[in-house]
């Protein structure tokens, strides 16, 4: 993928643009990794805040804006949306050093075509309202944004996050639309037939309903929308079935997939987590 793609824009010469820029090539040479990571190093501000942190952010900046230019001359840059995240923040009071100290509450920046444009999400802290160790009240959890992050844009599940987070957490409204590699005009997104993807007992099903009796077909489909086959075919009577994917499971690896349902000349998909 690297080397089928190139930047298409300059890139400065700091370690955070080199990242960027070669996620840049990643993508617009189709590898397919649904998550990168990039690591900037330096916010550990005990001392000399406002230079370092002007810097940093700086070159941050920058480096993001290089980015997203990059992958639009492609018309990839509202496929990809970033997010920052940390460790720990900082308190709001400046220290003998001219910086400031570990803190519980922190900022998370989020940038991406994919969002309900430009603003503050949440209540913006309260400075005269610090706890007994001088940290500032948080107004968003930030398992919140991960929680929307997962089902919003990587389409996972709702009972899987809920599940892995430890908890049904606030999702929020950054406008995100889950929209997985199927996404043609003969896909249904009405309520006219009923689909889900149920987990239990270590076990993935797809149940559906029908009205009438009819002939049911469900295909099993990659992240890179590459068709993997049919998985089950049979001809059911009106009322609830599920279809087991166990068996066909063992042979992929485990990950995201989307299943396609395929009934009276009509298809149906939804994301699905298959696993050993």
Known sequence: AYVVATNDVSYEKNN???????????????????????????????ADQPNRHKKLMGNFTRAISNFYADLAVQNRDSDVLTMTISEFGRRSKENASNGTDHGAASTMLLFGEGLNGNGFVGNHPDLSNLDSNGNMDFTTDFRDVYA????????????????????????????LRCSSVIDDDSDIADGSFK?????????????????????????????????????????????????????????????HYIYRIFVEGKSYSKSIILAK
């Open 195 to 255: 689909h889900y993807p149920v987990y239990g007992n270590e076990t993935v099903y797809v149940e559906f309903v029908l009205s009438r009796a009819m002939e049911v077909e469900v295909q099993l489909v990659n992240i890179l929308g590459q068709n993997i086959g049919i998985i089950h075919k049979e001809r059911y009577l009106q009322g609830t079935h599920r279809v087991n994917l166990n068996p066909q499971a063992r042979r992929y690896t485990p990950g």
């Open 148 to 175: 929307t992050i997962l089902e919003k844009w990587l389409c996972i599940d709702s009972s899987i996050v809920d599940n892995v987070l430890l908890n049904n957490y606030n999702r929020a409204d950054l406008g």
């Open 16 to 46: 955070i643009a080199k990242q960027f820029a070669l996620i840049a090539r990643l993508i617009k040479g189709n590898l397919g990794t649904k998550i990168f990571m990039v690591t900037l190093d330096g916010f550990d501000t005990h």
